[in-house]
């Protein structure tokens, strides 16, 4: 008898078990297509490469049905062996715009691009996922019912404001699926530290893109001008307050400014200004909120004889974790051994267009601590680095996942 992360005492699952053992064995080839996809990072909706490999992989293992340029250039991949619930697992593929720090011998080989976000190991957890039910299903395992998905432009959107989940979902991808599950890594927090939330667990994603134009001239003369500074002026007072004091303070959201340019030298007043950011929220009833404040906030250089353009573009929605799915997560963590912490709450207000997938089907998403030994590090940053220990880990927590949820 084990015990579980509450040191509680458990029955040990035979099928879990098998599925750790056979992950432990794999742990060299994980480490290899991890460090092979690190190497070799594309932006959105450019992950050729990447995608050619994932396919050539999935055929070497062998038994799936693959389809490509899913989305774009999205994979997919089926396999089913007798009736079951179809569940979707989920990777993304594509690296950021950011310059790796750290130097290895699997760095970038793309200038200036970099798998900054931990996609190469959610890539390799679920190549490895395929390994693992191909092999079950080739010892005579039933009810496998899967589809694996390896998901392009997570980070950014296309030319017609879709990013790589509605892409894919346009192309059929959740025709006959019951569920969703993705796993993220967390290199902020310890190997073994797993965070599993129920219901709104990542934020909405907009961006708004906003010109306050006045009247340029000459900047000794400003009399004769609409100065688009000083119309900016009370449109970035009311930003700033949006959240203070036009939010409930029990509730989560922020407004973040990230880009504001105007003129072009030191003595013409400018004919307009520029705006650039983001909103965040969990609740759908506080992101229209936010909207509509961050209109009344612009409308106020109107009041003062300017224009105004503002261009508000809805990215994702917020990611809600299904109970139910999670419920069954914390029963297949606690069958597979893998978490020495299990966390509930919220994953702050990052978003994710998983969101797409979970606003449609029963899905959840689960955090993985995988923080290297030098100490915890940043999703984003240049010198991003996991313990690869934890590819073992979500390879055995996603294949075990399609076969348990959505089963009584």
């Known amino acids: ?102 130097t290895y011998g699997w760095m970038s080989r793309n200038n200036g691009v970099m798998h900054a976000c931990g996609h190469d190991g959610h890539m390799a957890m679920l190549l490895g996922a395929a390994c693992l039910l191909a092999e079950l299903s080739r010892q005579g395992q039933k009810g496998i019912n899967v589809r694996l998905l390896f998901q392009p432009a997570e980070e950014a959107a296309g030319l017609d404001g879709k990013a790589g989940a509605l892409s894919t979902i346009d192309d059929g991808v959740l025709d006959g699926v019951d569920a969703a599950l993705a796993l993220h890594l967390e290199p902020g927090q310890s190997l073994g530290v797993i965070s599993v939330g129920s219901g709104y667990v990542m934020g909405s994603v907009d961006v708004f893109t906003g010109v306050i134009r006045g009247k340029g001239g000459h900047a000794a003369r400003p009399e004769e001008t609409v100065d688009p500074f000083w119309l900016l002026t009370p449109v970035l007072s009311a930003i700033q307050g949006i959240v203070s004091r036009r939010i409930s303070p029990l509730e989560s959201a922020l407004v973040s400014l990230c880009h504001v340019a105007g003129g072009d030298i030191s003595n013409v007043i400018p004919e307009e200004v520029l705006l650039e950011g983001t909103m965040r929220s969990f609740k759908p009833e506080i992101r229209e909120r936010l909207h509509s404040e961050l209109r009344a906030a612009f409308a106020l250089a109107q009041t003062l004889g300017g224009e105004v353009e503002l261009d508000i573009r809805d990215e994702s929605p917020p990611l809600y974790n299904d109970p139910g799915v999670r419920a069954q997560l914390l029963t297949i963590l606690e069958n597979l051994q893998i978490g020495t912490q299990v966390r509930d709450g919220s994953y702050g207000l990052i978003g994710e267009d998983f969101a797409e997938f979970a606003a449609r089907v029963p899905a959840a998403m689960v955090m993985l601590g995988c923080a290297p030994q030098s100490g915890p590090c940043r999703l984003h940053s240049p010198d991003l680095d996991i313990d690869e220990q934890v590819l073992e880990q979500g390879a055995s927590l996603l294949a075990l996942a399609s076969l348990k949820i959505g089963r009584v």
Do not use: C
């Open 1 to 102: 008898m084990t015990t579980n992360h509450l040191g509680e005492a458990q029955r040990e699952e035979p099928l879990a078990q098998q599925l750790r053992s056979m992950a432990k064995e794999l742990v060299p080839q994980l480490i290899e297509w991890r460090r092979y996809l690190h190497s070799i990072p594309e932006l959105a909706f450019q992950e050729t490469e990447t995608a050619a490999f994932v396919a050539t992989t999935l055929s070497e293992i062998g038994g799936y049905k693959i389809q490509e340029r899913i989305g774009g250039t999205g994979v997919i991949a089926d396999l089913q062996v007798g009736e079951a619930p179809r569940i979707l697992l989920r990777a993304d593929m594509d690296a950021l715009p950011v310059t790796e720090l750290r």
